[in-house]
Nanobody, 122 residues
Framework: QVQLVESGGGLVQAGGSLRLSCAAS????????MAWYRQAPGKQRELVAD???????NYADSVKGRFTISRDNAKNTVYLQMNSLKPEDTAVYYC????????????????WGKGTLVTVPS
């Protein structure tokens, strides 16, 4: 019923920038919190940043001051601007959204995208 599609990953040199996008589509009534997670090889998936519908944000300590999360509610899209990238930022980045669908507008469920790879060579 709901699909999340990430884009914008790729290979970037240390110190460079990338902008990730995640667009949600389907039978959406409302999207609450949207978030970016990442999973590096051999590590657990971790929260990078999240943003409420009203625009309140939260960041992992490791990305504060370098990454910025934003969203466009009209487009059901969340963005992650990543600056001053480091090799330790290398990971698959996943988008997650809390979505209530039209048929069940009072029930919010989490949906995940399939991920986009960000590689920062050392």
């Amino acid at each position: 019923q709901v699909q999340l599609v990430e884009s914008g990953g790729g290979l970037v040199q240390a110190g460079g920038s990338l902008r990730l996008s995640c667009a949600a589509s389907g039978s959406i009534f409302v999207i609450t919190v949207m978030a970016w997670y990442r999973q590096a090889p051999g590590k657990q998936r971790e929260l990078v940043a999240d943003i409420t519908r009203g625009g309140s944000t939260n960041y992992a300590d490791s990305v504060k001051g370098r990454f910025t999360i934003s969203r466009d509610n009209a487009k059901n899209t969340v963005y992650l601007q990543m600056n001053s990238l480091k090799p330790e930022d290398t990971a698959v980045y996943y988008c997650k959204a809390g979505v209530a669908v039209i048929n069940t507008p009072l029930r919010v469920m989490d949906y995940w995208g399939k991920g986009t790879l960000v590689t920062v060579p050392s």
